[in-house]
């Protein structure tokens, strides 16, 4: 089991810009698993952003040139720099942890990861 801790969250105008992280407090060693970032806004399905494992980064196609996910090992943090904002980015946010180093070909679906943050609010306004 991974503990998530997620901050970074906030309002920002379109156009603006964000950086998210995601602290791994405890569990198994960082970097010995791949992390994803999810959002959901209202009334929506849990949606993939950006993943990241030792090989590969992914993304969601809505954000795709405009978000960039990273991780820095030393401090166990995985970030997501958000950029160009739009008001269709807010959400809340969550990081996960996988269950294997390398992403899986399954990456994009929530039911996939066990250990989640407890997430953070992101609010872009027009």
């Known amino acids: 089991q991974v503990q998530l801790v997620e901050s970074g969250g906030g309002l920002v105008q379109a156009g603006g810009s964000l950086r998210l992280s995601c602290a791994a407090a405890?569990?198994?060693?960082?970097?010995?698993?791949?992390m994803t970032w999810f959002r959901q806004a209202p009334g929506k399905e849990r949606e993939v952003v950006a993943a990241?494992?030792?090989?590969?980064?992914r993304y969601g196609d809505s954000v795709k040139g405009r978000f960039t996910i990273s991780r820095d090992i030393t401090k166990k943090t995985v970030y997501l720099q958000m950029n160009n904002l739009r008001p269709e980015d807010t959400a809340a946010y969550y990081c996960?942890?996988?269950?294997?180093?390398?992403?899986?070909?399954?990456?994009?679906?929530?039911?996939?990861?066990?250990?989640w943050g407890q997430g953070t609010q992101v609010t872009v306004s027009s």
């Open positions: 996960a942890a996988g269950r294997r180093t390398f992403l899986s070909t399954t990456y994009y679906s929530p039911d996939q990861y066990d250990d």
């Open positions: 990241i494992d030792w090989a590969t980064t």
């Open positions: 405890s569990g198994r060693p960082f970097g010995s698993y791949a």
